[in-house]
């Protein structure tokens, strides 16, 4: 059976409408704060100058560049493989792949020890001030240099010389990543679009797990490393689904 795609995306949206809202009170005007899990882009300038992303990112920056997230927006970005953790500001708005979340310089990607072929990285907004904190900095001049140049109103740099880790060597924990494609309220709602999906894009992995009696996650995976998921992810943006989820277990 084929479902007309715009009929697909219109049920997809109503039912996780059903799942996602359906307790959310009217009244609340509580600032929702930004946060989620997927790959960074690690900018390099052929990324630029073949049009993959639409701004220019200098490498030895403390920048980050977001899709939506407006300019001045304050992010902590963690590598959940290793908890290293910095904060940033959002220096601009910038246009690139929707399958990653974050587009960062290459001198923040090597501070936070990010595998550059699985570049996973969790994002969590943070409330706005005016100081920015590099806590994975250290304290060399050159460092120092780096951060002074980071377009912020004042910079602290904390120590973590008292806290060196003298055991570097990496780790070979294997990382599975899984898409989510949607939430739903009936199991029977989310088994229909399971068969549709399989059908429309020969992909066999797709699995539908129980969030709670009233929650129903419509998921694909597992992938052993970005690469193994992209395809997927473009099979399915191709389809419509732009709000794809990314998870690592």
Same mark, same amino acid.
């Given at each position: ?12 949206? #109503? ?12 009244? $609340? ?11 960074? !882009?690690?900018?390099?300038? &052929? ?17 980050? !560049?977001?899709?939506?997230?407006? =300019? ?32 960062? *310089? =290459? ?24 100081? #920015?904190?590099?806590?994975?900095? $250290? ?5 120092? &240099? ?14 973590? *010389? ?29 088994? =229909? ?10 992909? *066999? ?11 129903? =996650? ?16 473009? *099979? !399915? ?13």
């Amino acid at each position: 059976m084929i479902f007309n795609k715009k009929i697909l995306i219109f049920l997809l949206f #109503f039912l996780n409408s059903c799942a996602e809202y359906q307790f959310k009170s009217k009244t $609340n005007n509580e600032k929702k704060y930004y946060s989620s899990n997927g790959f960074a !882009l690690i900018y390099e300038e &052929n990324l630029f100058l073949n049009k993959t992303i639409n701004k220019r990112i200098p490498s030895d920056s403390m920048i980050a !560049l977001h899709s939506s997230l407006k =300019r001045n927006t304050y992010i902590k970005v963690i590598n959940p493989v290793n908890m290293k953790e910095i904060e940033l500001k959002i220096s601009k708005t910038a246009i690139f792949p929707k399958i990653f979340n974050l587009a960062i *310089s =290459r001198k923040v990607a090597e501070m936070l020890i990010l595998d550059v072929d699985n570049p996973y990285i969790q994002i969590y907004e943070v409330k706005k001030n005016k100081t #920015f904190v590099a806590k994975e900095s $250290n304290t060399f001049n050159e460092e120092k &240099n780096v951060a002074e140049k980071a377009p912020v109103e004042t910079i602290e740099i904390n120590d973590l *010389s008292k806290n060196v880790i003298k055991n570097k060597k990496k780790t070979t924990k294997k990382s599975n990543f899984y898409l989510i494609v949607s939430d739903f309220y009936y199991k029977n709602s989310a088994d =229909r679009l399971k068969i549709s999906l399989t059908k429309q894009t020969q992909i *066999s992995n797709f699995d539908v797990e129980k969030i709670s009696d009233n929650k129903f =996650r419509l998921g694909v995976g597992p992938f052993r490393n970005f690469n193994a998921l992209k395809s997927t992810y473009i *099979s !399915l943006n191709n389809l419509g689904f732009e709000d794809l989820k990314i998870y690592r277990k």
